[in-house]
């Protein structure tokens, strides 16, 4: 669903709710997809001739990576939208980055495509699994969020014993 047909729309506005699953084919490939499906709620309706709004909201869980240790994370994203959409011969509209453009031989204002859009823009370029993750030991790959190496403390030793020669304080 999330396709709305535009001749009723021209007539009165439209109640939204919907999902847009994670197999939708709207996704491409490489696409941060939602864990489960993104459920979409809210009102299309009649902005101007050839052109409709769209308010509403998504909400919906990501899965992703944790940067630092490449452990699972799930994010819930969930935010408000306005939108526009303008069919593609009004030549205001195919100016503006902001507006969505309609097929002119469309019959349905499909929000798919926009919905996409937005959750590609909330999606986080990184996601951490919490503010403070210790992250992975670079040297050793030891998960340092369960487990202790003794890397780090080695090369600290070496660094002390680098600066006793030298006779200097560290300044921090
Ligand atoms: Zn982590
Ligand atoms: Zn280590």
Redesign the pocket.
Known sequence: MLSYDLRSLESHPVQVAGELAPDDPVWKEGDPRPDGSISVTGRVSKAGPGKFYFHGRLEGMLRAE?R??L?DVAEEIEDEMHLIFAEEDDADAAEDPDVYLIDARANELDLRPALREQWLLLAPSYS???ED?K?LCPTCGADR?VTTCDCAERSDSRWDALRGAKGGHPKH
């Open positions: 944790c630092r240790c452990g951490l699994c919490s993750c992250g969020n």
